[in-house]
């Protein structure tokens, strides 16, 4: 007579913990394949954390093991989805390559302050996405920063703008076969040998429509559907540009969740997430002022990540991200 009501109460928690396990691995498949799979998956998982949490604190005053570890489970589940990560900090005897990225949120993190951060962290190479203004003003912010940062080579395409250090042997535009989206790809000389560095900014889902989509009556799949389009022409762009010589490394504003299908694809390739590699905690790089998500990335190739982490600073509603690396050799 017993069993029945232990049962019942193993329900909820078995039903969390497999409909977490089911979600992470379907957005892990199909996020950037199925429309309503990636509008899903917008949704911080970390937002039902108290559930299985508070399932567990009242499973242990009931000494109701089967019921804490299912809750636990499904809290982990939670947790990773969400990108939660730990990893010590790696030294190297070599100077470390810096890479500092900044979604500036049309030209409002102020100029002066993005390059203070820049020279307080020692950045070799700073990438800055949303470089323009809400009225397509390309060219101010752009002298702005050039003015704050003398001597630093430069290079744009439309609101992509990238400052190196080093030197730059040379630069342009990847053009998306499909769309008016680009790559900006910089040729730097680091450490004696040659990177290729992407500055990468892809589009958001298209939940809220854009002018274009509400002039000509865009439904919800229908946009959804036309921005997933972008992100598998960019898997087949990076496929093509690792073939360049040398190492090389994806930056920017991703609008992309660290446990999605894009994250899974760019594994395929043979890129890590210097984050997933050396960060810890979850980085939650948007918003600035109450983060939820890590959608700016440091994609690299052929170069040993020794330290990621989102920095406190609230220049624009991202958070920049610093990555420092250095050589196998």
């Known amino acids: 007579m017993s069993s029945a009501p232990r049962w019942r109460s193993l329900l909820w928690p078995l039903g969390l913990t497999l409909l977490t396990l089911s979600w992470g691995a379907l957005v892990r498949a199909r996020s950037e394949t199925w429309w309503w799979v990636s509008v899903l998956d917008l949704l911080p998982p970390q937002v039902w954390a108290p559930l299985p949490l508070w399932w567990a604190v009242q499973a242990a005053r009931r000494h109701k093991n089967w019921e804490l570890n299912l809750s636990l489970l499904a809290l982990a589940a939670l947790l990773g989805q969400a990108g939660w990560t730990w990893h010590p900090v790696q030294t190297s005897d070599a100077r470390p390559l810096t890479i500092l990225s900044l979604n500036a949120d049309f030209a409002s993190a102020p100029a002066a302050q993005v390059a203070a951060l820049a020279r307080r962290e020692g950045a070799d190479l700073l990438l800055i996405q949303e470089g323009l203004t809400r009225q397509r003003d390309t060219v101010t912010y752009a002298a702005a920063l050039r003015r704050a940062l003398p001597g630093w080579h430069f290079a744009q ?22 769309s008016p989206h680009a790559l900006l790809w910089m040729r730097v000389r680091w450490d004696g040998q040659v990177l290729n560095i992407y500055n990468v900014h892809l589009t958001t889902n298209g939940l809220l429509p854009s002018r274009s989509d509400t002039r000509l009556g865009r439904t919800l799949p229908q946009r959804v559907s036309r921005r997933l389009q972008v992100k598998r022409d960019f898997l ?38 210097a984050f997933a590699v050396a960060g810890s905690g979850f980085g939650f790089t948007h918003a600035a002022q109450l983060g939820h998500s890590r959608i700016d990335y440091v994609w690299e190739s052929g170069l040993q990540v020794d330290e990621a982490r989102a920095l406190p600073d609230r220049l624009s509603d991202h958070r920049a991200l610093l990555v420092r690396l250095s050589s196998w050799r």
């Open 157 to 178: 395409h439309d609101e992509l703008l990238s400052f190196s250090r080093l030197p730059l042997l040379e630069a342009g535009p990847v053009t998306f076969p499909h």
């Open 236 to 273: 087949s762009l990076v496929a093509g540009q690792l073939r360049r010589p040398g190492p090389a490394l994806f930056v920017g504003d991703f609008n992309a969740p660290p446990r999605g299908e894009l994250a899974a694809r760019l594994r395929v390739l043979g890129l890590q997430d």
